[in-house]
Every structure is written in structure tokens, then in C-alpha cells.
């Protein structure tokens, strides 16, 4: 039987796990009411407000994701007309990203995205912490018996299965 610190302990575990799946249903659901994107396509739009230019290779460096996961937020965003995708002028085999009018004007109304809090919190912790956290959490994870690839960016596979 589990000590008394130990149940107090992850019960505090399990209420933060809690209160993060919260935040992130409440941003997506916040994105989409506010301008009809998902927090996933709302991160995207950040990270090309904030630079301009970039490659795929190049924004899924910036969102911390998977080339492939940001190539089809990309596009979605491309079939709304918020982003633009131009051959580069250097390269011609590269192809540069960049907010379209419509894209820009839409992002000085929206919300602040999850993701961009939660990597900044990441970044605002001790190396030491951080690394630690995260073999503990992977650990955590490997326990729970919980694997896979990592979907991609929160809420979009969510939102692509409800759609469908």
C-alpha cells in the first residue's frame, strides 16, 4: 500500500496533468471561437509572424515538431489563403513560407498559442531540471504503458478526427 506521501504526491501529479490538458482544450477552443484556427494552425501562424521566410525543415525546427506534421498544417493554412509558399529566389528547389496579407491582419487579432507558454517555460528552467524532467516524465510515460509516435501538434489529430 502507498504511503500517505506518496497518494498526496500523485494526486498533485495527476491534478497538474489535469490542469494541463485543461489549458490546451481552453487555447484550441479559445483559437477556433476567436479566428477559426486551431491552436495547432494559430502556433504555425505565430512562428511565421514572428520570421518570415522559412523553409518547412525551417518552421519544424521553430514549433518543435515534426517536418511532416507541420507540412500538413501548412497546407490548410495555404487552402485559407494565411499563408504563402514562394520558391525561394536563392534556391530554387526551396520553398519559403510567409504570412499572407489576410494571414498577417488575422494574427493581430489572435490569442497567444499554448505551445509558444509551454516552450518558454521549458527554456526558463534549469538545464539540470530540464533534463530531468523530462527522463522523468518519459519514464512516467513508458509506465503508463503510454507510446507511439508523438501525435501531432496538440489538438490537430483531435480536430482532424471529429471533422471527419
Request: charged share 30%; aromatic share 4%.
Amino acid at each position: 500500500m502507498p504511503s500517505q506521501k506518496a497518494t498526496k504526491e500523485s494526486k498533485e501529479i495527476i491534478n497538474d496533468i489535469r490542469r494541463l490538458v485543461q489549458s490546451i482544450r481552453m487555447a484550441s477552443s479559445e483559437s477556433e471561437q476567436s479566428v477559426g484556427l486551431t491552436a495547432a494552425q494559430l502556433f504555425v501562424m505565430h512562428k511565421l509572424g514572428e520570421e518570415g521566410g522559412l523553409s518547412i525543415n525551417d518552421l519544424a525546427d521553430r514549433t518543435l515538431t515534426h517536418q511532416s506534421s507541420v507540412s500538413v498544417i501548412v497546407q490548410k493554412l495555404e487552402e485559407k489563403g494565411l499563408v504563402s509558399r514562394l520558391r525561394a529566389a536563392e534556391d530554387g528547389r526551396r520553398f519559403e513560407l510567409t504570412l499572407s496579407k489576410k494571414g498577417a491582419a488575422l494574427l493581430k487579432k489572435a490569442p497567444h498559442s499554448i505551445q509558444e507558454r509551454l516552450i518558454k517555460a521549458l527554456k526558463k528552467m534549469e538545464p539540470d531540471m530540464r533534463h530531468q524532467f523530462s527522463v522523468t516524465f518519459t519514464s512516467f510515460l513508458s509506465l503508463a504503458n503510454i507510446k507511439g509516435d508523438a501525435p501531432m501538434m496538440f489538438d490537430e489529430t483531435v480536430t482532424q478526427k471529429r471533422k471527419k
